[in-house]
């Protein structure tokens, strides 16, 4: 007993003193190297910065020198600043701090197309959530594509999260029980049915740490090579617009405000469909030498549809390295309903393919006529120019222009089933064309769907659906992976209802269904014509119905999408001004 008290007392000065008693040396921790940061060289980002974000003697300012983020990212915390700190910058300031730390502290190429979806404002479902403690720390609120928007040190992870449970009360929740916050799945009990398990946010915190840290390979090897934007010129361009169909045509890019990195553009497409055009013009910036951020319009219609093509849209575009292609997505619509899938080649002398006017192709047909759509085309054009795989013969060239050929083929009653690369000459349209033997099923995109109701004060949010036909793989049951994707193929659309109570009648107040499949939902608000004047909202099937294919009893091939349509989003919490 007298040795324990001597051992107390002689410990307890140095306890008081704030000392800690020696330790043998192999208890020592290992001290962390702190990560060597991003020095800031832009003399506007670091006088109006500089106030907060101190600077070191190595040019690195806090914070700011460990992270690095997508152009939206960048701006997002821009206008943050602007809002919550007090930051004062004019708009040519903002812009320009917003390239600088979105080219220098940016992503490179092979980072940001991952999550282009995000950027490109896409409704994906994301399949690259590892976990549930990072669903329920991350994606809860907001997709995982948004924090893998931003590369960070380890440490600045952390103080992102101090930041979330700062501003977010009910992020402290979610870190603490993942997908057990707001009482789903058991609540605090289940999360401490292990008491010495980590917490949703360190499990978080180290799979974006690793995920995606400050210092990579790519970034690394983007910052030797990375150059301004050499896109002036004329570009062929290729575009698919859901309900719509495929577009062809070009676009004029010239250097804008004399920078190297601003462009003004002329576009014109060409439907396949119907022959109509649209014409735009824009204006564009390309940050980091790969990322196309632009605007451009159109002709609206008098009386113009909230799909009208000549829409205001915004240009999201991933330039590869080379600076020979593009590709990206177009939008508009207050929820982003709208848009083109664009593809882009530079134009050159050599005959370059587009597109081509059909998506599939049956075996055992013979003398269709195939329109491939392209530039430079030659004077003599002659079958062996023209190549679709294994079992389709060009039998002949029915017509040629420079920008059109015209190929009758013949498909074998034994021709393999699949996507086929359509060639002219060194010229590749991967998987542009199908080759098929039956549909056995119609699936209708997406395959389950969220509309708004709208009125005055409140955007409606439109939904646009379409069929695809598909052929059974091997395994011959539907909807598995070896399934052969035919392509959009004609419809009538219509609406049944989807029964969930006694006497449902949704159907009649939810909205409407265009002959292409877009859903316009009905006005926001109390209806009298409903009982006990409830609101137009409700839940219903999106039916496809094939006009010219029928199932082994004759009967036509249908495809089904179930459309919930709700109240319009009253708060939007993100942001919206950095959709503006």
Known sequence: MKTLLASILLV??????????????????????????????????????????????????????????????????IKRMVRLRGVKLTPDEARSVLKYLATYHGLAPEEAKPIMYYAEHRVQDETNIPNDNVRGACANCHVLARPLAWRRSAEDWKDLANLHIALYPQADDAFRLGIYAGGGG???????????????????????????????????????????????????????????????????????NGTDDEFTTRTKLTSIKDGSTITRTGHSLVYAGYAWRGRSKGTLAANAAPNDLGSDVREVMWVSPDQSTAEGRWFWGEYQEFGFDVKMTRASADPTLIGVDHTLLKAGTQGTHVKLIGESFPAQVVPGDVDFGTGVTVKRIVSHTPTEVVAEVDVAADAVSGKRDVAFR?????????????????????????????????????????????????DGKPHTADDVELGPIDVNWSVEEFYSTYGDDDREFVGSLSNTGLFNPAADGPNPQRKFSRNNYGDVWVVATAKNEKDKDGRPLAGKSYLVVTVPTYIKWDQPEVGQ
């Open 12 to 77: 307890f000065p140095l306890l008081v003193e704030g000392q800690k008693p020696q330790a043998a040396p192999s208890a020592e921790p290992a001290k962390s190297v702190p990560e060597e940061g991003i020095p800031v060289t832009n003399q506007l980002v670091i006088s109006k910065c500089g106030a907060c974000h101190t600077k070191d003697e190595k040019g690195n300012m806090l914070r700011i020198s460990w992270e690095r983020a997508t152009p939206e990212g960048w701006e997002e915390a």
């Open 186 to 256: 058991g609540g605090e009990e289940a999360h401490h049915a292990e008491p010495g398990a980590p917490l949703p946010v360190d499990i978080a915190l180290a799979y974006l740490s690793k995920t995606a840290p400050l210092q990579t390979p790519e970034w690394a090897a983007w910052r030797s090579r990375m150059r301004a934007p050499k896109l002036t010129g004329r570009w062929v361009v290729s575009a698919y617009v859901p309900g719509r169909g495929k577009f062809y045509g070009d676009m004029e890019v010239e250097a804008s």
């Open 426 to 474: 060194r010229s590749v349209l991967q998987s542009s064309i199908a080759v098929y033997d039956r549909i056995d099923y119609i699936a209708v995109t997406p395959d389950s769907a969220l509309a708004h109701l709208g009125s005055d004060k409140h955007p409606k949010g439109y939904q646009q659906f379409e069929a695809v036909a598909y052929q059974r793989g091997a």
